[in-house]
């Protein structure tokens, strides 16, 4: 088949990783794969499979290009979306999901019509939210987020989830979506589970690149951006309370950097807790670890659990909204600990205490690419998927 998978850009992210992954997926599994990218900087990452046929389309660019485009940009920013925060989208919705579907059929005069088409993220496809086409597929990362009044986010599910084929990558992001759906009377097409697909022959050989930079004596692990979403303020408090002798190293930037490093002096671990900033390629931290560790408040699955666990180094989490209980199943329920500091803390010190623990292959069997891309090829059950 010929699949197309869009992204809204290729910064280093973790939703954009995905994206690549899948398009590399379907071209392991043999079909012709297209990933188009909707600007054109940041492009830190790339397919790793040379056969993927990688596109650019700036929406901004062929918005200000278009006829009225400049017009509708400027009453939008300066006029409707300040009388209703938030909804750039969708003034502009309209005409760069027009542009979009005029770009796609021009790809499909170079390439052949597209048998599947992948929107990956609510931040890509809300922005085209006038695009419709049957083959599309609208893959929701994470849980619904209530930022507006109700009546507004009642408007704008209309307009992106309405009569959609629609895939959530966990259980927790589709229980979400439909609490969600049910206050807003909302009725996709379909809505169905995908999870994301793992490629753990990829992480295998990233994972073998040197890296000067990595801790001599033993750490655990945590790799996230540092925003407040991610729970690193809980983190450094339970770390400081199990008194594991393990250093702490964090991988990641973000606006919080400072407050975290203040915390860490408060906490008098400053000397064990190793921010090591953002990282281009993060599995030798991964496989030089002995336990990676993610204190979200919520994640729609949490990718760098399963690419933890690609690289052979055993993982543990506390409960939160979205998918991380899709990956703590069987024998890994053992490893999630309540999202408080002494349950953190004590999940730390039990964990530690039982190293080293061998990652199992079935761990990682239902996100292998196979799996995943044998899903979006399948047709969607009408209605009956919710």
């Not at 990933?35 to 700036?58: E, K, T």
């Not at 408080?340 to 999940?347: K, P, Q």
Request: hydrophobic share 45%; aromatic share 10%.
């Amino acid at each position: 088949m010929r699949t197309l998978v869009v992204i809204h850009s290729l910064k280093m992210g973790g939703m954009e990783r995905v994206a690549v992954n899948l398009a590399d997926a379907f071209a392991e599994e043999g079909h012709e794969s297209h990933l188009l990218a909707c600007r054109n900087q940041p492009n830190d990452l790339s397919p790793a499979n040379r056969v993927v046929h990688l596109h650019y389309f700036d929406q901004f660019q062929a918005l200000m290009k278009s006829v009225i485009g400049i017009p509708v940009f400027l009453l939008s920013r300066l006029l409707l979306g300040v009388l209703l925060p938030k909804s750039h989208f969708i003034w502009v919705g309209w005409l760069t999901g027009w542009l979009l579907k005029r770009h796609i059929a021009q790809l499909e005069k170079q390439f052949g019509r597209f048998d599947r088409i992948v929107f990956r993220g609510l931040g890509t496809f809300k922005y085209f939210w006038s695009f419709r086409d049957e083959r599309s597929v609208y893959v929701l990362e994470n849980v619904i987020h209530y930022d507006r009044p109700l009546w507004q986010k009642k408007w704008e599910w209309k307009l992106v989830f309405q009569n959609r084929h629609l895939a959530c990558v966990s259980s927790g992001v589709m229980e979400s979506a439909q609490e969600a759906f049910a206050k807003g009377d909302i009725e996709p097409t379909s809505l169905r589970v995908i999870t994301n697909p793992c490629p753990v022959e990829q992480i295998d050989a990233l994972a073998k690149e040197p890296d000067a930079d990595i801790p001599a004596e033993p750490y655990i692990l945590n790799v996230a951006r540092l925003v407040p979403q991610k729970g690193h303020e809980l983190l450094l408090e339970a770390y400081e309370k199990s008194g594991i002798r393990h250093k702490l190293v964090i991988v990641g930037e973000g606006p919080l950097k400072s407050k975290l490093e203040e915390k860490a002096r408060f906490l008098g671990i400053a000397d064990r807790v190793y921010f090591a900033g953002k990282r281009k390629n993060p599995y030798p931290w991964m496989t030089q670890a002995d336990l990676f560790v993610l204190a979200s408040e919520y994640e729609g699955l949490g990718i760098v659990l399963t690419e933890a666990m690609a690289c052979g180094t055993p993982i543990m989490a506390v409960e939160s909204r979205g998918g991380v209980k899709d990956v703590f199943q069987g024998e890994l329920e053992a490893f999630l600990t309540p999202r408080t500091v002494n349950g953190l803390a004590e999940g730390l010190s039990s964990v530690v205490a039982q190293l080293p623990v061998t990652v199992k292959p079935e761990w990682l069997a239902p996100f292998r690419s196979d799996v995943v891309v044998s899903a979006f090829i399948e047709q969607p059950t009408e209605a009956g998927g919710q």
